[in-house]
Structures are given as C-alpha cells and as structure tokens.
C-alpha cells in the first residue's frame, strides 16, 4: 500500500489506517475473536495505523489492541503505529458526556492507556475533545511533557479550529489532526486542511465513509438498538431520505467505473489531498479488503469535481451529530 507522512517529521504511515472504534461500542455488538482477526489481517494487507481512544468501550479497545499486539510480539509492534486518545469522560451504558483536558488528567490518562495497550510508548497521543476552560497552551505544553518523557511519540489534536492547531503548535508541533472528513463532512475544507499543510501536520480523516452510510448498502431499519447511527439526524426521516439519493448518486458514478461506492469515497479522500490519511472503521475481513483496495485506485481532476459538485455541502441533510456528539468539537 501507498504510504504517507504523519506529520514533518513523524514515521511512514499506511494511505489507510484502521479506526478500531466499532469492535467496542457504538455500532452493536462486536466479538473479540472476530475483531483480533480483522486487525491481523489489515497487518497482512498492508495497513500499519490503529486508531483507538480510551473511551472506547470504557478502555476495552485499547485493551483489545493490546491483546493484538501481545500476540504478534516484538515484531508486530514495529508494524504497528498507535494513535490513541484522552479527554473525553462518560459512563458505562451513556453517550452523554463531560471533557477534561486538565493537565493532571492528561498524565493519568496517558498512564492508563498505556497499560491497556501493553506499550512503552503511544506512537500518536490526540486531545479527542476540547474543554476551552482550559487555554490549548496548557494542553500542548502538558502533552509535549509526555513527549519528553518518552510516553508518547507524537501529539495530535482532534476536532479543532484552525487558530487552536496553531496556538498548539507555537507551543509543540502538532503531527496530526482528527476531524471527521468525508463526501458528506466537508467542514475542514473551510481552512483546517490549509491549515495542517502549511505547518506541516498530518490530517487523518475520519468516518470517511460517513459511518458506513456512503458505502451504499446500509439499511437503517435493521441496526441494532446499541447502534448510536439510530439516532443520527442524517440517517433518519426526511434527512434520510434525501441522503439516500445522494449515495443512489454515488453508486451509479461507481458503477459506471466498476467499482464499489466505499472504494470510490476513500479515493475521493486520497485524491484531495496528499497529507489526509483516512482511517475507515470496520470489524469485518470482507469490508476491510474492499476498502483497502480504494488506495490502488486513481479519480482523475475531472471525476474528483464531478464528486465534489454531487456531494455539495447545502445537497446534504441532517447535522453529522445528535446534540451531545458536539459537545467539545471546535467550529472549523
């Protein structure tokens, strides 16, 4: 596979990284076994980042990523390149949730990650929320502290503005921003992008497949009552509805080309920028090898505006998040 930078000076990572959320929560249930062989075989594809968080399954993610990693041994973990994440705090069974981004959290949490992964070192360390209570030069100060230390590699920020990406990065370079980016999320468009290619940081884009609803094959009537797309505003009522004829839209354009509709959304993403890693989700061997096959595929300047005109920001209803998904996310 392709690889690309993280950050000026991070490591090579995969075009396609593998967000690990839905082998813990959000998306129904998940079973372990099946979710260590997915990860061994997108390392066999090719694919070397992991994305984690600890509030994923209340730490069962990370865990589970280092049950992976114990596993394949010393050599596994030179493979694999880890990103976790700190700052979000719920509770068991609730999607609401508070931020902390204090720096004796910070600390704390970089402890506790650590010892579910079973590593020495997190490869990426994100801020996952925002609490602006908390000035981002503390919290690029207190990250670049576990740097020094030799607890973390690189720090990355997630669903940020522009102007926090460069207060941080005054204080330590940021090698990586997370936000949601997609056909049907194209808010960092609006200046973060430019942003994270002047300074030289990494954007990892992700649900790039807007929670499996742009692969074209989704029924929202069949998701399980744990699945938080339930109760997502783009994926139900009118909303839905008129989403639907946009991935309608997108399946034909696809087609046309033989291919499927997931492998042209992440090649859209490809396309756009050389600095953007996509990191689609999926507990599933049969969706991971289709996707992984987006990064062999080329849009040409001419197919990637035919995209861009389809999936225009005003044809697209319904907010990304129900209320409490944006508490802690940052205007782009």
């Excluded at 705090?89 to 079973?118: F, K, M, T």
């Excluded at 920020?157 to 102007?163: F, M, R, W, Y």
């Excluded at 839905?240 to 959304?265: E, K, P």
């Excluded at 993403?269 to 600095?275: E, G, I, T």
């Amino acid at each position: 596979m392709q690889q690309r930078k993280l950050g000026a000076n991070g490591p090579l990572v995969s075009a396609l990284g593998l967000g690990c959320m839905g082998m813990s929560e959000f998306y129904g249930d998940s079973n372990d076994a099946d979710s260590l062989r997915t990860l061994e075989h997108a390392l066999a594809l090719g694919v070397t980042l992991f994305d984690t968080a600890d509030t994923y399954g209340l730490g069962h993610n990370e865990t589970l990523l280092g049950r992976c990693l114990a596993q394949g041994g010393a050599a596994r973990r030179r493979q694999m390149v880890l990103a976790t994440k700190f700052g979000i705090v719920r509770a068991a069974g609730q999607y609401e949730r508070r931020i902390d981004n204090s720096p004796a959290y910070i600390r704390a949490a970089c402890e506790a990650s650590l010892r579910r992964l079973g590593v020495e070192q997190i490869d990426l360390y994100y801020c996952h929320r925002r609490d602006p209570a908390v000035p981002i030069e503390d919290v690029a100060g207190a990250m670049g502290d576990l740097v020094a230390a030799g607890k973390v590699g690189a720090i990355g920020l997630s669903e940020v503005s522009a102007d926090t990406l460069r207060r941080a990065h005054a204080v330590h370079p940021v090698a990586a921003v997370q936000s949601e980016y997609s056909l049907w999320s194209r808010e960092p468009e609006a200046g973060m992008l430019a942003a994270c290619a002047e300074l030289g940081t990494a954007f990892v884009a992700y649900s790039p497949l807007g929670r499996a609803f742009l692969a074209g094959n989704l029924d929202v009537g069949t998701l399980a009552a744990n699945d938080f797309r339930k109760n997502n505003p783009r994926f139900t009522g009118q909303a839905g509805a008129q989403n639907q004829q946009l991935v309608t839209a997108l399946a034909a354009f696809a087609s046309a080309r033989n291919l499927g509709s997931a492998q042209v959304a992440l090649a859209w993403l490809l396309a756009k920028h050389p600095h953007v890693i996509p990191i689609p989700g999926t507990r599933r061997i049969t969706y991971l090898e289709n996707n992984v096959q987006a990064a062999s595929v080329t849009l040409t300047a001419d197919e990637t505006a035919e995209l861009d005109r389809l999936f225009d920001p005003t044809r697209v209803a319904g907010a990304r998040y129900p209320d409490a998904g944006f508490v802690g996310i940052e205007p782009h």
